[in-house]
C-alpha cells in the first residue's frame, strides 16, 4: 500500500496560503470525482497479475486539494482483495490526473466475478455524487496448457533430450494475445524464462499452437528425465520486454513425445550456414502484423506401421515431403474457388505427389523432387497453380514440369548466380498474395555438418520492429498416429541464412534451406481441351414417365475450356476408326474466363455412321482452337487426339406439366448457315451460375416429408438456380437466409407440386411471385409464351400488389429470341421452359432450365443452360449447349441439339427477374379477411382492414395510420394482437 505523500513546510505553508485565499475569494468548494476506470476492462485473466488504471477530475472552480484515492478489488461476497490508496496534492479547476497501481498489482485468485471500486476523499466537496464508481470484472481462466519433454529418435538419437514443448489451447480471440511463461525445476533453484511473447492471433475457431523451448534454462542436461514443473502465465495483448514477477507458482506434469521424422532429405549441393548465431530482443509492446490460417491447413497424419511401402507407394516413414505438398494442394483446393476439385482425398493427394516426386521406400525428397512432383500432380489433374521457389541448393532459373504435354515450368524468385537461401520477405510475399507455402529446414552441428532435413506446411506468419515468426504443421512422430501439431517459432536471420528458434539443440541450429509456393494462376492452361464423350443410356429402372427417351445415338459432347483473356472458338472434326471426318461442333464460343469452364454440346453420333447396338470403343477428334469464325470445316488443326466413349445414365422427368396442350407443327431444324462476317455477340454467366444437384433417391417424400421430392423437381430447382445467383451477384438483393436447397424445397411447396410431380407455368411464376413477396426482395418478375395470354399473373399474397408483367407482344405470342437476349443483357436471372412434341405435334411433357449465357457466332444462335440430367442420384448437373432456331412453322423456337428423330423440343416459355427498387412492400391500404390470419406483422401507409380471424395461438402485429376492425373480424381467446399507428413509407 502506498503511504500518503508528505511536503516539506514551505509548501505547506504555501498550500495553506492558497487553500485561505480561495476561501475568501469564493465561496464554492473543491470537486474531486472520479471520472473512469481505465484499465482494465470487463474481462481478466484468473491467476494473473494485472495493473489498475483511474481516471481522477477536479470538475471545480477551484483547486482540489489532497485529494486521495483508494482503490478496492471486492470479491462475488463482497471482501476485499486488493487495497490500493495514494493521494494527488493538488489537481487544478478542470484538472485531469490518470492513477495507476503499480508497482502494486491485482492477482485474481479465483477464477470468477470481482468489482472494481475507486473513491476519492478531499476537503469541503462541492457534489460528492462523483466521488466513487465501480465497474464489474470477471477473471476467467487461462486457457489450458500441456508441457512434454522430447525423446529425439531422429535426426539425433537423444533420450530425454533438453527440448521441451508447451502447448496451449485458446479459444476465438479479437486481437493478438501474447503468452509469456517463467518455470522452475521444484527440485532446483533455477527459475527462468521459457516462453518468449508466443503471438496468439485472431480466428474464428479455437487453436492449439505448440512452442519449443530449452530445459536448459531451467537447469536441465541432456539425459536428465522431467517430470514436473512449476510455471506460472501471463497473456497480455502487448509483449513483454523480459522476465515478469511470479506472484504464484502452479506445478504441472510433464509428459513425453517422441521426435521421429526420419530426416534423411539427401543433402543435395551442401552449404554451410554461418556459426555465429543471433537471438531476438523484445521490447513493450511493438506493433504486430500478422497473416495466420491455422486450422483451415490441414494436417495429414503420417502413420508408417500403418501405411508402410507398396508397390505403388513408398510409404509414410520419412513422407514429409509429400505430407506438406498434399497440406497445401488440400488447403488450396478447400479455399480457392477457382481450384478445382481433383476428386481425391487428402491421402491420395499425398500418396499421389509422393510418386510424382520420384521417392524411393521410406525416402525424402530434395527441393528439385518436391517441385517436379508438384507440377508433374498439378499437370495430371489440370490444376490452374503456379509454382515457385526459393533454395540454397538450386540455382536454375526455372525448373521444368516432368509432363511436357503443356510446357510449364517452376520460377525461381531467389538468386540464379550463386546458392543463397529463402528469405524472409520471399515467404512473407508468398503468404500475402494467398499462396500455398512448404518450407524445408536442416539440422546443422556446431561443426557445419547436416544431419538431415524436414518439410513442413506454413501456416501463418507474424512480425513487428522486434522480431519475427512463423507458425507451422508437420507430424513429429511419423511411426505412428499421434504425431500432428502446429507451432511456432521465432524466425532469426543471421546474414544470408535464417534459422527456426525450438529446434536449436545443444550442438546443432535448424536453418531454412527451400521455401516453395504455389498459387492459383489462370495463365496456367492446358491447351489439349479434357473432351469426353458419353453416350446417353436409359438405366435398366424405367424412370416413368420420362420427357422423351433419347435416340440410341444420343450422346454428350462435353469439354473443359481452359481460362483466357480472348474471345476463342474451338471447331471439332470427328470420326470412327474407319470413318470419314464429320463437322460436329462449329464455332464453339470460348469466351473470355478466369476459370476452368465445362460445357456440353449434344452429338448425334449417327451422323458419324455409328449404328446404334454396335460397339464404339474410340472416337477421333481434330480440334482446332483459335480467334477466327469458319464458314467451313477447313479450320486449322491444333491437335488431334482419340478420345473413348463412355456411357451416361439420362434420367429427366416430365417436370414442366400443361392440361391442354397446344399442337406443334413437327420440323426437324437443318443445319444452319455460317456468316463469319456478321459480329459474335454473347452474354455468358457460365459457372458464376449455381447449380444443384437433383438426387430423388436421398431427397424424396418419404425421405423429407413435406417435400414433394427431387424427381421431377427441374422447376424449383430451375427457380432457385435463378434466385441464388441473383442474391450473390447483386448487393441490392438481400439474402433471405436460406441455403441454395432450403430455397428449392420452399419453391417446390409454392409450386404445389404433387410427390414426384411436375410444375405447372403459373404456378410457377405466382410461386417465384409469393417467395419474392414473403421475404421482401424487391425484385420484378416478367415472362413471355405462347401458353399465355395478355394477362399479367398477380401474386398469390394479395398485400403488395405485385404481379409479374406479361411481356407477350399478343396472347399466345411465342417467346422471342431478341426479349430473352434483352433480359440476360440486363443483368435478369432466366428460366427456360420447352417441350418436347412427337411426329404428331402432340405435347409428351416438358422441363425447366436455368439460363447461363446466350451467344450470336457467325449468325447461329445458340443457348447456354444448366439442369440436372440425372435426377436419380447425385451427379448429373450439366452446362449444356444449344442451337436456337427461329423463326419456323407457326413462328416457334426449337431447340435443335435437343430434338431427336421422333421428337422436337420447342421453347414455349421464358421467366426473368431483376433487381427493381420499385417494387417496395408498403401498400397505400390493406385488407385482412383470412381464415385464420397468419401470425406476422402487416404494414400500411394508410389504413389497415381487419374482416378475419386471428387463432388462438397467433401473434399479429398491425401497423398503419388508420386501423378498422370489421363486424366480422374475431379474435379468439389466446390470440395476441398489436397496434401502432406509425405505419410504413
Avoid at 521426435?259 to 554461418?274: A, I, T
Avoid at 509429400?322 to 480457392?336: G, R
Amino acid at each position: 500500500m502506498k503511504t500518503p505523500l508528505s511536503f516539506p513546510l514551505p509548501f505547506l505553508k504555501l498550500e495553506i496560503l492558497i487553500s485561505l485565499l480561495f476561501l475568501t475569494y469564493s465561496p464554492w468548494a473543491q470537486n474531486p470525482g472520479v471520472q473512469g476506470i481505465n484499465f482494465p476492462g470487463p474481462q481478466v485473466f484468473a491467476h494473473q497479475t494485472t495493473e489498475i488504471v483511474v481516471t481522477i477530475d477536479n470538475q471545480s472552480a477551484v483547486p482540489a486539494m489532497n485529494t486521495m484515492v483508494q482503490v478496492q478489488v471486492l470479491d462475488m461476497a463482497s471482501m476485499q482483495v486488493f487495497f490500493f490508496q495514494t493521494s494527488i496534492p493538488l489537481l487544478p479547476p478542470g484538472g485531469v490526473q490518470m492513477v495507476s497501481t503499480l508497482p502494486e498489482m491485482w492477482y485474481p485468485n479465483p477464477a470468477g466475478g470481482y468489482q472494481i471500486v475507486v473513491q476519492v476523499f478531499g476537503g469541503p466537496d462541492q457534489d460528492p455524487s462523483n466521488n466513487m464508481a465501480a465497474q464489474p470484472v470477471n477473471a476467467i481462466p487461462q486457457p489450458p496448457v500441456a508441457m512434454r519433454q522430447v525423446d529425439m529418435l531422429s535426426p539425433y538419437q537423444i533420450e530425454n533430450s533438453t527440448f521441451g514443448i508447451f502447448s496451449i489451447t485458446f479459444p476465438p480471440v479479437v486481437d493478438p494475445l501474447f503468452v509469456n511463461v517463467m518455470a522452475n525445476d521444484p527440485n532446483g533453484s533455477g527459475i527462468n524464462w521459457i516462453v518468449r511473447n508466443l503471438p496468439l492471433l485472431p480466428f474464428a475457431e479455437p487453436q492449439t499452437i505448440s512452442y519449443w523451448y530449452d530445459l536448459r534454462l531451467l537447469g536441465f542436461e541432456e539425459g536428465d528425465p522431467v517430470s514436473t514443473l512449476n510455471f506460472t502465465m501471463r497473456l497480455d495483448p502487448q509483449t513483454l520486454g523480459g522476465p515478469f514477477p511470479i506472484p504464484e507458482f502452479q506445478p504441472i506434469t510433464v509428459g513425453d513425445f517422441d521426435f521421429d521424422v526420419n530426416s534423411d532429405n539427401p543433402p543435395e549441393n551442401l552449404q554451410v550456414p554461418p556459426p555465429i548465431l543471433s537471438y531476438p530482443v523484445f521490447d513493450f509492446n511493438p506493433q504486430l502484423t500478422w497473416l495466420y490460417r491455422g486450422c483451415t491447413v490441414p494436417n495429414i497424419e503420417l502413420d508408417s506401421s500403418a501405411h508402410p511401402p507398396t508397390p505403388t507407394y513408398a510409404g509414410d516413414w520419412n513422407a514429409c515431403g509429400p505430407a506438406a505438398a498434399s497440406n497445401s494442394i488440400q488447403w488450396l483446393e478447400d479455399t480457392n474457388p477457382n481450384i478445382p476439385d481433383d476428386g481425391k482425398t487428402h491421402r491420395e493427394k499425398m500418396e499421389s505427389l509422393s510418386g510424382h516426386m520420384g521417392r524411393g521406400n521410406g525416402e525424402g525428397v530434395t527441393t528439385e523432387q518436391l517441385v517436379q512432383g508438384k507440377l508433374g500432380y498439378i499437370d495430371e489433374n489440370k490444376l490452374p497453380i503456379h509454382v515457385k521457389y526459393q533454395s540454397v541448393f538450386i540455382t536454375d532459373s526455372t525448373l521444368a514440369s516432368p509432363n511436357g504435354n503443356y510446357g510449364h515450368s517452376a520460377e525461381n524468385k531467389g538468386s540464379s548466380t550463386m546458392n543463397k537461401p529463402p528469405t524472409w520477405e520471399f515467404l512473407k510475399s508468398e503468404m500475402e498474395k494467398g499462396e500455398d507455402v512448404e518450407i524445408m529446414f536442416g539440422w546443422y552441428d556446431n561443426m557445419g555438418n547436416r544431419h538431415g532435413g524436414h518439410w513442413v506446411t506454413v501456416t501463418g506468419v507474424s512480425e513487428n520492429t522486434e522480431f519475427k515468426g512463423i507458425y507451422i504443421k508437420q507430424d513429429g512422430d511419423q511411426t505412428n498416429g499421434t504425431g500432428t501439431a502446429q507451432s511456432y517459432h521465432n524466425w532469426v536471420t543471421d546474414g544470408d541464412w535464417s534459422r527456426l528458434l525450438g529446434f536449436d539443440g545443444p550442438n546443432n541450429a535448424c536453418w531454412v534451406e527451400s521455401i516453395v509456393s504455389e498459387s492459383y494462376d489462370p495463365s496456367i492452361t492446358f491447351e489439349v481441351l479434357d473432351i469426353k464423350i458419353e453416350l446417353l443410356q436409359m438405366n435398366l429402372v424405367p424412370w416413368d414417365p420420362i420427357v422423351a427417351v433419347p435416340d440410341a445415338d444420343k450422346s454428350f459432347f462435353e469439354f473443359g475450356f481452359p481460362p483466357s483473356l480472348d474471345t476463342r472458338y474451338m471447331n471439332v472434326l470427328a470420326n470412327l476408326p474407319s470413318g470419314s471426318p464429320v463437322w460436329i461442333a462449329r464455332n464453339v464460343l470460348l469466351p473470355p474466363r478466369d476459370t476452368i469452364e465445362r460445357v456440353s454440346l449434344w452429338l448425334d453420333l449417327g451422323d458419324l455412321g455409328y449404328i446404334p447396338g454396335g460397339p464404339l470403343d474410340t472416337i477421333e477428334l481434330q480440334v482446332g482452337v483459335g480467334d477466327v469464325v469458319w464458314n467451313s470445316s477447313f479450320f486449322d488443326i491444333t491437335y488431334e487426339l482419340p478420345v473413348l466413349v463412355d456411357t451416361v445414365a439420362y434420367e429427366v422427368g416430365i417436370g414442366s406439366l400443361e392440361n391442354s396442350p397446344a399442337t406443334v407443327p413437327f420440323y426437324l431444324p437443318p443445319l444452319q448457315p455460317i456468316d463469319s462476317l456478321v459480329p459474335t455477340t454473347y452474354v455468358y454467366r457460365g459457372c458464376e451460375v449455381p447449380n444443384i444437384d437433383l438426387d430423388s433417391t436421398l431427397n424424396n417424400p418419404v425421405t423429407c416429408p413435406g417435400y414433394a421430392g427431387d424427381k421431377n423437381a427441374c422447376g424449383p430447382a430451375g427457380a432457385a438456380n435463378s434466385l441464388q445467383w441473383l442474391e450473390n451477384t447483386n448487393p441490392n438483393v438481400p439474402a433471405n437466409g436460406q441455403t441454395h436447397r432450403e430455397k428449392l424445397k420452399e419453391l417446390s411447396g409454392m409450386m404445389n407440386r404433387a410427390n414426384n410431380g411436375g410444375v405447372f407455368r403459373k404456378d410457377f411464376v405466382e410461386a417465384k411471385l409469393e417467395f419474392i413477396d414473403k421475404y421482401q426482395l424487391p425484385i420484378h418478375v416478367k415472362f413471355q409464351g405462347f401458353y399465355f395470354n395478355g394477362d399479367d399473373i398477380a401474386s398469390p399474397d394479395p398485400h403488395y400488389g405485385h404481379s409479374a408483367d406479361n411481356q407477350n407482344a399478343s396472347p399466345f405470342a411465342k417467346p422471342q429470341w431478341e426479349w430473352l437476349v434483352q433480359e440476360m443483357e440486363n443483368g435478369e436471372d432466366v428460366e427456360v421452359e420447352f417441350g418436347y412434341y412427337d411426329e404428331n405435334g402432340v405435347r409428351q411433357g416438358g422441363h425447366w432450365v436455368t439460363a447461363t449465357g446466350v451467344e450470336v457466332v457467325g449468325g447461329v444462335r445458340k443457348l447456354y443452360f444448366k439442369d440436372d440430367t440425372n435426377q436419380r442420384k447425385k451427379g448429373g448437373m450439366r452446362h449444356g449447349c444449344t442451337e436456337w432456331v427461329t423463326p419456323l412453322p407457326g413462328g416457334f423456337s426449337y431447340l435443335k441439339d435437343l430434338g431427336g428423330s421422333e421428337y422436337i423440343c420447342v421453347v414455349e416459355s421464358v421467366v426473368s427477374e431483376s433487381y427493381d427498387p420499385t417494387v417496395t412492400f408498403c401498400p397505400d391500404d390493406l385488407t385482412l379477411d383470412q381464415d385464420p390470419i397468419p401470425s406476422g406483422t402487416y404494414s400500411a401507409s394508410g389504413a389497415i382492414y381487419l374482416s378475419g380471424k386471428i387463432a388462438a395461438g397467433s401473434n399479429v402485429t398491425l401497423s398503419a395510420p388508420n386501423i378498422t376492425l370489421l363486424p366480422t373480424f374475431e379474435l379468439e381467446q389466446g390470440a395476441t394482437l398489436t397496434t401502432d399507428s406509425t405505419g410504413c413509407q
